[in-house]
C-alpha cells in the first residue's frame, strides 16, 4: 500500500437522514483513521429527529472540525445533498460517504493514497472488485438486485462506466475542481453514476477503485425502498435519453400493459374491439400516474391544477384511442393482421403526438398577468409544436 498522502486536505461529505445513533462513531472513527491528514467533516441533513442537535453536540468535542447543514427540503434526494455537500465543502478533494456505518472509514486513507498516486480524479470504493465484499446487502434478493442494477447501468453508458466495477456505490473520493456542479442534476440515490456520467458530457473522469467490505446497517433503518427503485430507474432513463426517452419507456410500459390486458381479455372470449377499449382505459390512468411522478414532476409547479392537467390528459388519450382503435381494427380486417400487432403498431404511431400534446398542452405554464411592459407576441400553437418537434429531433437526450 502506498504511503499517506498528508498534505491532501479532505472534505468528508456524510449525507444523512434520521441517523442520530451513528453520529458520534462515525465521527470518532473517521477522525481517528484520518489523524494525519487535514480534514473536516460536513454533514448535510434532511432528518426530521434531532440528528442536527447531535452532530452540534459531537463536533463541540471532536478532534477534527465538524459542521452540518440542515436542508428544510430534500430536493434531489440523498444525492442532492451530496451536491449541496460539494458546493460547501472547505477542500477540494472530497469523500462522499453514508451516515450508517456500512462504509467503514477506516478505508479513507488508502483512497486518499490511491488518489495521491495521480492518476485518478475519482477513487470508488468497490463491493465487487478483489478483496470487496458485499455481505452488508443483507439477502441474496438485495445482492441480486444490486448486481443486475449494476451490469443493466454498465451496459448503458459503456464507454463512461467499463473502469468501474461498481457504479452505484455510494462510498467515493472525487476531485471537485474536475466537476462541473452547475450540470449535476440528481435524483435519488446514485450520485456517483450522475457525476461519472454527467462530467463525461464535456471530458471523461479517471477512476481508480479499492475494495470495500461492506458492512451492516449498526443503527436506524434502511432508505432503500420500491419507490427508490422506480426513482432509480426513471433518473437512468433520464440520464440516458432524455425527458422523451423517459416518456417512452413510460408508454413502452403502459403498451405492454395494454396488450397484455387485450390479449387476456380475448382469451377469456371478449371480441378484440371491447377488449382493446377496457386496455387503453386502464394504461391511460397508470401512464397519468406515472408521467405525474417521474417525466413532468418539475413543470408540475407550475402548471394547471392536478384535476386539470388529468381532464386535458385522459381526454386527449381518449380522443387519440378513439381515432386509434379504427384504425386498428381496419388494420385487422384490410391487412388481415394479428389484432395484437396491429394494436403495436398504433401506439407506436400515436406516441408522437401524445408527448408533444403533454409537454406543450397538459404541463405547459398558466398564463401570468401581463406586465407593464409590452411582450412580444406569443408563438403560435402550430410554431410551438413545430419548434418542440425539431427541438426532440436535434437533441437524442440530455446527454
Known amino acids: 500500500m502506498s504511503a499517506p498522502v498528508t498534505g491532501i486536505p479532505v472534505t468528508v461529505i456524510v449525507p444523512t437522514f434520521n441517523e442520530r445513533d451513528n453520529v458520534a462513531e462515525l465521527v470518532a472513527r473517521t477522525a481517528a483513521a484520518l489523524a494525519a491528514y487535514d480534514v473536516e467533516i460536513l454533514f448535510v441533513d434532511d432528518s426530521s429527529d434531532d440528528t442536527m442537535a447531535e452532530i452540534a453536540r459531537v463536533a463541540a468535542s471532536a478532534a477534527v472540525p465538524v459542521r452540518g447543514i440542515h436542508r428544510e427540503h430534500n430536493t434531489g434526494g440523498l444525492g442532492g445533498a451530496v451536491v449541496l455537500g ?16 456500512q462504509h467503514p472509514p477506516e478505508l ?25 465484499d458485499s455481505a452488508g446487502l443483507g439477502t441474496a434478493m438485495r445482492y441480486g438486485v444490486s ?23 455510494g462510498f467515493f473520493l472525487v476531485d471537485r475542481t474536475r466537476l462541473d456542479l452547475a450540470r449535476l442534476r440528481p435524483q ?33 433503518t434502511s432508505k432503500a425502498s420500491l419507490r427508490q427503485g422506480a426513482t432509480f430507474l426513471a433518473h437512468l432513463a433520464r440520464l440516458r ?13 403502459g403498451a405492454i400493459a395494454n396488450i397484455g390486458i387485450m390479449w387476456a381479455l380475448t382469451q377469456l372470449g371478449m371480441d378484440y ?24 414532476r418539475a413543470e408540475r409547479a407550475d402548471a394547471s391544477r ?3 392537467r388529468f381532464a386535458a390528459s385522459a381526454s386527449f388519450n381518449s380522443a387519440e384511442a378513439a381515432l386509434r382503435i379504427p384504425v386498428m381494427a381496419l388494420m385487422v380486417e384490410t391487412w388481415h393482421i394479428s389484432a395484437v400487432v396491429a394494436t403495436a403498431i398504433s401506439l407506436v404511431v400515436a406516441f408522437l403526438a401524445r408527448f408533444l400534446f403533454h409537454a406543450l398542452v397538459v404541463y405547459a405554464p398558466r398564463r401570468r398577468q401581463p406586465d407593464a411592459v409590452e411582450e412580444p407576441p406569443a408563438d403560435t400553437a402550430a410554431l410551438r409544436v413545430l419548434k418542440a418537434i425539431d427541438a426532440e429531433a436535434m437533441r437524442p437526450g440530455e446527454l
Open 273 to 296: 374491439v371491447p377488449a382493446a377499449i377496457i386496455g387503453a382505459a386502464v394504461t391511460i390512468v397508470g401512464n397519468f400516474v406515472l408521467q405525474e411522478l417521474f417525466v413532468f
Open 241 to 253: 435519453f432524455g425527458k422523451m426517452g423517459l416518456f417512452a419507456m413510460i408508454g413502452g410500459l
Open 147 to 169: 448486481r443486475a442494477a449494476t451490469v443493466i447501468t454498465k451496459a448503458m453508458f459503456l464507454r463512461r462506466l467499463w473502469r468501474s466495477s461498481d457504479p452505484m456505490t
Open 108 to 132: 479513507l486513507p488508502a483512497m486518499l493514497a490511491r488518489f495521491g498516486e495521480g492518476d485518478a480524479d475519482v477513487v470508488a470504493a468497490s463491493r465487487y472488485i478483489g478483496g470487496g
Open 86 to 101: 460539494l458546493a460547501e465543502a472547505a477542500h477540494d478533494v472530497c469523500v462522499v460517504m453514508d451516515g450508517d456505518l
Open 306 to 308: 392536478l384535476w386539470v
Open 188 to 220: 435519488g440515490f446514485k450520485i456517483l453514476l450522475e457525476i461519472l456520467v454527467r462530467a463525461g458530457e464535456r471530458h471523461d473522469l479517471r477512476i481508480a477503485e479499492v475494495p470495500m467490505e461492506f458492512g451492516e446497517r449498526r443503527h436506524g
